[in-house]
C-alpha cells in the first residue's frame, strides 16, 4: 500500500498511459468519481466507461500536476490536464480531490473544472480538420 | 494580522455581507484574482469592478465552505456558493486557492468551477420571471 500521494500519482500516470485497467486498479469497487456539480459516476464499471470515453480521442494524455497538498488521507492537487487531439493539445485546468481509503484505494475522486472550456476546444479540434 | 485561515473567512464573510469595500480591505494591491480559466484579474480595482457585478444580482449570499485545508500560506476551500436571485437560489461548487502574503493580504484567489452551471442558472432565474 503506497502513500497516499503515491497513489494518486500511480493513477494519473496509468491515465497518462491510457492504460484503463491499470488505472481501475487504483480505485475501490465502490469508488465515487465526481465531475463537479454533474452527478457522481459510482462504481469501477461506470468508471470504465468514462474513462474510455474520454480517453479515446486523444492520441496523448499528459495530467501534469501544478500543485499538491496532502492532508492525512486527502490529495488535493491544481493540475493541468491535457488531451492531444490531432496535432493539438486540448488543456483543462482542473483541481482534484482524492480520498484514499484503508486499503490504499481512491474511494471519491473529485475534479472542479470549466466544462465548456473542454467542450469548446474538443469541438475546435475535431471539427476544425 | 490573522492567520491564512481567518484571512479567508474574514473575506468571505465581507463578501456574503455584500460589502465590497470591506472584501477589499482583505486584498492585497496587486492581488490577482483567477476564475479558471479565464485570463487573471490583475489589482484591487479590477477585482472590486467585477466583485460589484456578480454580486449586485443576488438578494442574499451564501459562500459556505464544505472542507478547508491550510498548508503554511496557501487556504484551500471547497465551497457551495449560494445566490438569492427572486426567490431561488443560483448554486455553484467552487474549489478555492487562496495565497496570503507576509502582511495577512491576499495576493491570489484562483476558484475552479462550471461557469456553465453558473449562466444556465442565471439565465433561467432571471428569464423565468
Known sequence: ???????VRGFLAAIEAKD??????????????ENMPMDPIVGKVATDAVLRSFLEPAAAVEWRILREV???ELVV???????RIGDDWLELP?????EINDQG?????????????????????TGGG
Do not use: C, H, K
Not at 1 to 7: F, H, L, R
Not at 77 to 83: Q, T
Open 20 to 33: 484503463v485497467d491499470a488505472a481501475l486498479d487504483f480505485l475501490a469497487d465502490d469508488v465515487s468519481y
Open 1 to 7: 500500500v503506497g502513500t497516499p500521494s503515491e497513489v
Open 70 to 72: 496532502v492532508i492525512d
Open 77 to 83: 492537487n491544481e493540475r493541468l490536464d491535457r488531451f
Open 105 to 125: 484505494l481512491i474511494r471519491r475522486w473529485r475534479d472542479y473544472f470549466d466544462m465548456g472550456s473542454y467542450t469548446r476546444q474538443l469541438a475546435a479540434l
Open 94 to 98: 482542473i483541481a482534484g480531490f482524492f
